[in-house]
């Protein structure tokens, strides 16, 4: 039979003073963030004393009546243990006066880095310095005043705390657990640094892919306007100029997202030659392709979104007739145009073929794609196996890579072959962004040929060129290797 | 070193006897609910009685075989603390014949309030006072038989709790973090009211902004209705009623979208405004203006809406031709018009360039808009830190409501100063539209002036006008005071 | 007041010898699981012996520096109490040789069936057999090295366990949910054959309405094929198939969504009339009945792709014109045909209204059914209060079915009636399609007569024909048993 213990039966028999509700906690301190927490420790049934300054400068009802307000010695006098430290770090050295007082208390830091990289030692670590008789937890500066007020619907919002004391630690621990967050151990009080950098971080996984994604817009938009506006111009005085607005970034948007699918799915090919090639998997990639594969999601997500900008690009097209005034012009220069050339047999039927495969090869693709990004999702993601992960992520996402390829060829077929195409001896755009996927899909069906798909799972079951039976791996390894290899990626 | 305390080593050297998995719950009552919490219970190790007043009249296979049928006394006997009430509250009194077992027991009272604010003493309180030898606690009525069934992929479901015993609080909670739940203490048994009513609520929180889109729809369409339809019909006969069921929502929903965008960003720059002039930031806001910031979310969230409803609705115009019968005739009565009119030159450039440009800024506007309504899931909002929260809803959202009215200029900008346009003294309604997001602009130019975001940010800072050094503040607050007033807004 | 034990004040006046930071755990195996729980353990301030059987074959830097490597037994040695098997069932046996030091270690078997239905005893059930005077746990099978390393960042992901030792599982649990995992006990050894084979499945709730939407576009396209392209050409050599790639798709999708969203609101209608009808609800339904109402959310977001993929195809329709050079084409052609045909009134007022109608009921009942679609992401789900989630997942579903009925009627009311479409004597596809739907939304209103619906009230608070006041049900059972019947269903 099972125990409650394994899902927390965490009540001693002789329940901790603190844990029968006595707790008292002082927050030095009376902005936002003071406030917050405040708010939320009363109501998870903590009594807060809050210490001031000049108390009678708090404007009244700032503070829950719960709160009971103080001089900053005397809340601290009043704490059992915790005190929150809400001010900014370059008036800790205010607090010296009250040393005494702060001695064998635990004095919880949330403050944040004033600029990245500041090289120096963290403020929590300077707070240690200071206080050398009070324990120093870092600690709640990832979360917003505004987390503390509304609390986390789902009750999984991570704290990450750090102190050289693990009892401290501990002690914000419950704290933190208590208000409904899940806190997180990081280790000891030289993690500050990080800790406290970390609210300053903007976006770091997305640069490289999001400048990545930009590079690749810009080169194709550079390339279409060459090609297909300025070259024209000097030569036949063509102006298409109006071009610029819709019409080229719609042809360059493809020419990205084909690219950037290439890009999820090239590192992953890349670690299985690299494997063959070195005979065993037990050697580390190189930091490059490590870091590619940790940055897949990224470009697949950006590479779908280029293509939704196609998608509805396109549809737009036709819109363009409802322009304030150019629908019936255009049109009418078409009927006009056909009338002069007088056409008699108009009906192709492959080019019928032609358009309506396109267009659904194109649909299916994004729905694919559609799919892929869903399960990007955190939670989504969460309620996946491993090998359902594989399925979706691997399966479907060179599905749709085949899809999108099958979209451009069908669409640029007989553009691609024909010489008036090569005027100024530069191929269509598309010619040039299928070409990256297409390597890829070729690399893989390689990999997928009895011969090489044998001897990747031998080595990646933990078998050396060597030949001597190494070290066994149980069999989940090699998959979830694979799933590994795959994971983030769309 | 770092204590495996701190995620919770919840094992006392002598686990108390429930710990040992011989802990037994009684539930009284064999509907639904007490079959999922009877089934949930035996799957995580729990022994489960089920008391009925008539245990013959239950269906063989209706619960699990682990669980024992017995008598109500019986099975309340048999529990060692908890027993669940899975009754009718107007039941209750029917329990006092076993009043003498009941004693010194937890009973759970899991029943749901019948009408909002029925105002008397609730459920919970009602049964304390019918039993006062037994200790009450309210909980689980927030949770569906579903969920109980089901349980929680991701083991994040908060139970609410209250009752006046902490004891008998803290052992149900920890039956509910063995469930898989997380359990949230709500305070003392008065709570009771606000949980019984909670599963009653039917989105508070978008009342108010359903209700102020629904009314600007309202009025747009309305506005539309005179000005296009009834006045020319009036006027000169003509007839273009059958606009009622796709062009006309398809002029109002942007206007919806305009004036909702303005209205999310508008309450942040009153604050801000209001601080400037207040010269402090320890007075509260207005409440109405509390109420306001807390709605932003759901206010964007019917904006992208609505935007992305109009983006359907213009994709679908040319479609229209593809009506069941009407493609060649408008097309061609166009043709003809045209032939009769015998147009000589009707490329008209710059036309060209608006159509393209306004397209353009509608479709980026739209992706911006879809970011920001992916960052307000709960889940991916979560991950990110509170600066890159600020970037994505602050300055992603800017950007948005700037391509939006650059949309909208560029698309109607002769119009609105044609005279024809004003032949009923009515301005096209996008003109009203277009100036409540232009106002917001100005206004939050004008605090991005240095003269005014310096004092802003010293304000925020926790600076006075007074000219005293305030009681300093965690320079994180006033980052995060920031995000607060971005927080939840599109 | 509450006690801060609720929420998990953990802290024995003494914590054990392990949970003052002195855990030592020792992994048997060096692969990717080995190194990814290696790495994580570490982080989380466990120390760590990794065990191999050729220690000077492990690359260098493969293993954090914090980690020891050592051999076999000497890990075990060093163990306090777990030990993780990361190796391959099949080389179990081969640990007998340290039989002696594993006595008395809780073995930690991580790892997965080779192949569903292996029927015989499970890997973990072979280990215990192996080792009798040693503890097995089954666990973290279902967490890939990928997820350890990375760590959750909601911190709910799920650990399944299972054993027969309670005290070993508790261990186990303990170190789960210091790596932030959320461990779920899953029962004794025996349970070990269901969690191993759990990787393996893949989306097994999915197969059935996967299969079912797939049978249905293929009888909705095969029917297409035969009535519109086949029968046609072989009667009158009409040749329409290249309508086979985009315009037939997007005839058979539509249909599917129609049946589709009828099966997921039939289940529910079923259960309602087998209650009135047995006049009872302490009755199991049959199994088909219960698998088909788990179905519902599935069949419901199948149903919703292929409403979005129509839409996005008709979307399509007029980028058909911009085809390579169909464009002018079409469009010449029917300019031509309309001046031979020299139409003179060509505008129909009907014809605009309906192609106005029917547009405008697809649009919105796309709208509405992505709005299910998004309250079916888990997170969502979560925080909706059981009658928000009734009121969505009924109502707005039922006005979703109402608006695509609407729609496909409106679109070809004259068509369904008109002799000419019954040349082959088969009525067009949507005929067939919105039969289901009508039915379904006929049914649902005759439950919603005051008859029939007072009755199911009765019968759902508990009541039987009987007459006999039955067993009492908490009010909040009927509504939970309603929302039970509505959950998961678009």
């Known amino acids: 039979m099972s125990s409650p213990l394994l899902l927390g039966a965490e009540v001693p028999d002789d329940p901790p003073a603190m844990a029968r509700g006595q707790q008292t906690v002082a927050i030095l301190g009376s902005g936002d963030f003071s406030r917050s927490l405040a708010v939320r420790l009363v ?6 004393v809050v210490g ?13 009546d719960a709160v009971e307000l103080s001089s900053q010695e005397g809340a601290v006098v009043k704490a059992q243990r915790l005190v929150v430290l809400a001010l900014f770090p370059e008036h800790y050295p205010s607090l010296l006066g009250i040393r005494a007082a702060l001695a064998g208390k635990v004095l919880v830091d949330v403050s944040n880095a004033m600029e990245l990289g500041s090289g120096v030692s963290s403020n929590a670590e300077q707070l240690a310095e200071l206080f050398p008789e009070s324990v120093v937890v870092k600690g709640f500066n990832v979360i917003s005043a505004w987390t ?4 986390t619907q789902d009750g999984s919002r991570q704290v990450l705390l750090c102190s050289d004391s693990v009892e401290g630690k501990s002690e914000v621990a419950q704290l933190a657990r208590l208000m409904g967050f899940h806190p997180v151990d990081s280790g000891d009080l030289r993690q500050s640094r990080v800790l406290e950098t970390m609210p300053l971080r903007l976006f770091p996984s997305w640069r490289g892919p999001l400048l990545a994604t930009f590079l690749l817009f810009l080169f194709f938009y550079a390339y279409g306007f ?3 506006l300025l070259l024209p111009y000097l030569a036949h005085g063509r102006d298409g100029f109006h071009r610029l607005a819709l019409a080229l970034p719609n042809e360059s948007l493809p020419n990205v997202a084909l690219v950037a699918l290439a890009l999820v799915y090239l590192p992953g090919l890349l670690a299985a030659w690299l494997q063959l090639w070195r005979g065993t998997k037990y050697q580390r990639f190189p930091r490059w392709l490590d870091g590619w594969l940790l940055r897949r999601k990224q470009l697949g997500l950006l590479g779908f979104l280029c293509a ?3 998608a509805v690009y396109s549809l737009c097209l036709p819109l363009f007739l409802y322009g304030p005034n150019n629908w019936s012009i255009s049109l009418y220069a078409v009927c006009i145009s056909q009338v002069k050339a007088g056409v008699e047999e108009p009906w192709d039927e492959s080019g019928v073929w032609r358009s309506d495969l396109y267009l659904s090869c194109g649909v299916l693709a994004l729905g694919i794609l559609s799919l892929l990004a869903i399960t990007s999702l955190p939670t989504v993601g969460n309620v996946l196996t491993w090998r359902e992960f594989t399925f979706v992520q691997s399966g479907l996402g060179y599905t749709a890579l085949t899809l999108s390829v099958t979209h451009t060829l069908v669409f640029g077929w007989d553009f691609a072959f024909s010489p008036q195409a090569y005027e100024f001896y530069m191929p269509p755009s598309y010619v040039l962004a299928v070409a990256a996927p297409c390597a890829v899909l070729v690399c893989r069906c390689i990999l997928l040929l009895p011969c090489t798909s044998t001897r990747l799972a031998r080595i990646r079951r933990g078998w050396e060129r060597l030949g001597k039976v190494s070290i066994p791996l149980a069999l989940t390894v090699s998959f979830k290797q694979d799933k590994t290899s795959l994971d983030a990626g769309l």
């Open 43 to 48: 109501a998870c049934g903590v009594s807060v």
């Open 52 to 64: 001031s300054r000049c108390v009678k400068r708090i404007a009244p009802g700032l503070f829950p």
């Open 148 to 151: 503390l007020q509304t609390g």
């Open 226 to 228: 060459l090609r297909d």
């Open 308 to 310: 939704a900008l196609h």
